[in-house]
């Protein structure tokens, strides 16, 4: 198995991809360093599995794309290569129901083709390792499915890739598997891994990924570290809530572009988070005579992020009216 070659262990350029009329990728440039987590976030049907079934060799760019490396390897000239330097899991995953893990994983070593006994040894480390030895036994049907998830993953790891896509590891887990999972892609990454992860949950990107790209409209509209990311949009503001509408109605007076919600008798003034702004606010309340019945201060986070570059929350629909501008150009 040939390293990637000068640390980077995904480089894909001009990335297109349409079905009949619709274009899903619109040419879209993506590097991840061997080693790191790359999320690839976007809303539902903005291309992400389609983007991880290119770099996995699973389905063909346009004639129009660039080129393609993963593992080292140039996907259009060496797509064998390729293919032995990479695991995938995710949406389809390749378990079988109707056999028990352990035969799941079997299936896996002789596809890899490992000498028998070593494939028993690799399928009862992977099995111990994700926590399903117990479960080896029984059919992968009657399994959960944080259970389902760590199989496909230990599945994976039976070729020893050295690059990982993860077509969102976590959907429909419970905060409990969620969080084994996130575990699992930390030891992966320890273990030198690089790992190519779509997710629609902000906090799994900011979680875990060392770079985050936002995938809409076919196109990267912002990529960067999530600390990056944040500080691409103005999210932070000071919430006020008052208990009464003359207290509410004083502050709105005294609080200059201040958003304000009369039903829920609560204001959001825009800052930026210093001690400098909150002071700024408080004074100019005192000076009212009006005091608020909570305050609390809101920093930027991966969801104002979402919202303003893809203009709809994540799982929700993709277009939504409130779309924000987007930068003219991605950070790199
Ligand atoms: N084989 C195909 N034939 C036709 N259209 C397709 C095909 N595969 C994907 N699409 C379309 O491409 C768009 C992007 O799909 P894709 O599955 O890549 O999005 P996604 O970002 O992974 O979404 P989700 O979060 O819902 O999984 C969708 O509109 C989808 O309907």
């Keep these: 198995m040939n ?7 995904i480089a894909a350029r001009e990335l297109r991809k349409s079905y009949g009329d619709q274009t899903v990728l619109d040419g879209v440039d993506l590097t991840v360093p061997s080693g790191t987590v790359f999320a690839l976030l976007g809303p539902n049907g903005a291309g992400k599995t389609t983007a991880v079934k290119i770099l996995s060799t699973l389905v063909a760019p346009d004639p129009g794309s660039g080129q393609v490396v993963v593992g080292g390897h140039d996907l259009a000239t060496d797509p064998q290569a390729a293919r032995a330097a990479i695991g995938v899991t995710g949406q389809f995953s390749a378990v079988d ?5 352990t035969e799941n994983m079997l299936l896996m070593a002789d596809l890899h083709h490992l000498p028998k006994a070593e494939g028993r040894r690799t399928a009862a480390r992977l099995l ?7 479960a080896a036994g029984r059919p992968a049907s009657t399994y959960s499915g944080g259970m389902k998830r760590r199989l496909d993953i230990a599945m994976t790891l039976v070729g020893s890739p050295r690059v990982i896509f993860l077509d969102e590891p976590t959907t429909g887990l419970d905060p409990r598997s969620r969080h084994d999972m996130w575990q699992i892609v930390r030891e992966l990454v320890a273990d030198g891994v690089t790992v190519f992860l779509t997710t629609q949950y902000l906090e799994e990107a900011d979680e875990l990924a060392d770079r985050i790209a ?21 999210g932070g503001h000071v919430r006020l809530r008052f208990t009464d509408p003359v207290g509410y109605r004083v502050a709105a007076d005294a609080l200059d572009g201040a958003a304000g ?14 001690q400098r702004r909150l002071r700024e606010v408080l004074d100019r309340l005192d000076a009212a005579g009006v005091e608020a019945h909570e305050l609390t201060v809101h920093t930027p986070d991966l969801d104002d992020v979402f919202f303003a570059l893809t203009g709809g929350a994540p799982q929700a629909a993709p277009t939504r009216s409130n779309a924000a501008t987007q930068p003219e150009e991605a950070l790199t």
């Design 261 to 274: 919600d009369e039903e829920a008798l609560t204001l959001q003034v825009p800052a930026d988070g210093s």
């Design 3 to 9: 390293p990637p070659t000068n640390g980077i262990a």
């Design 97 to 101: 129901g109707l056999i028990t893990g």
């Design 128 to 134: 111990e390792r994700f926590d399903l030895t117990e």
């Design 214 to 234: 936002v995938l809409n409209g076919g196109r990267i509209v912002a990529e960067g570290t999530a600390e990056e990311l944040k500080r691409l949009v103005p």
